[in-house]
């Protein structure tokens, strides 16, 4: 029978009644960083750890030579579970409430820009807005915050209107008619054609079929 060694545990052959050289290697995993994000399997805003794995040559148990550096990655409070750095960038949650912030500041402003209240919002108009916000995206919308969006860029029209063209992607069909709706009713009656000719392009924008958007001021047009 062949004599039994111990060299993959880092031990040495020799007298067992004399000295052992312990030797091998283990990996350190050194916590880089802490923060929130939003982890995929709870499905909801955690607290993290950001994890650095080094291999190390080690002379009993005593790190000596850094040997190999990992790929870092983010560790779970929750769920402890381990996911790649670049899950920090994903938040859905809040790509969702960006989205919404910047589609509610478009429609105040194509609203405004419509019904020729870009210097200041009345009352009527406001209400207005944060109705046809609550239809289109489910989120009430003060009526400062209204006031807020209308001042941050209402006046220039063609900005506007590329913001609206941004925003075209978020939408489903549905959506972008009820954001061009919501245009047309801000218009006074009867639909000028300027203001027709307005709403042409924000459809436009928004990626609508021609036929689709005819329909629409068509029926505007004739209330």
Not at 22 to 42: D, L, M
Not at 101 to 111: A, E, G, W
Not at 195 to 222: C, D, Q, T, Y
Request: glycine share 8%; charged share 20%.
């Amino acid at each position: 029978m062949e004599p039994r060694t111990y060299e993959h545990l880092g031990i040495q052959p020799g007298d067992w009644g004399g000295s052992m050289i312990i030797w091998g290697t283990y990996v350190t995993k050194k916590v880089v960083s802490t923060g929130q994000f939003y982890c995929p399997r709870c499905a909801n805003h955690r607290s993290y750890k950001l994890r650095r794995p080094k291999k190390w040559g080690h002379l009993y148990w005593i790190p000596i030579i850094p040997m190999e550096e990992f790929d870092r990655y983010v560790e779970c409070d929750g769920c402890k579970g381990a996911y790649q750095e670049i899950v920090l960038n994903h938040d859905p949650v809040r790509a969702q409430r960006d989205m919404e912030d910047s589609l509610s500041r478009v429609i105040c402003q194509i609203m405004c820009l419509m019904a020729g209240e870009t210097g200041g919002v009345s009352l009527r108009l406001s209400d207005q807005i944060a109705s046809s916000i609550h239809d289109i995206l489910k989120i009430d919308m003060t009526p400062a915050a209204i006031h807020a969006a209308v001042s941050n860029g209402a006046n220039d029209l063609q900005s506007v209107l590329s913001d609206v063209e941004r925003q075209a992607p978020s939408l489903s069909a549905r959506g972008k008619e009820l954001v061009l709706r919501a245009a047309l009713a801000a218009a006074s009656s009867p639909l000028t054609e300027p203001r027709r000719a307005f709403g042409a392009e924000i459809g436009k924008r928004l990626g609508m079929m021609p036929a689709h958007v005819s329909g629409v001021l068509a029926e505007f047009a004739a209330n």
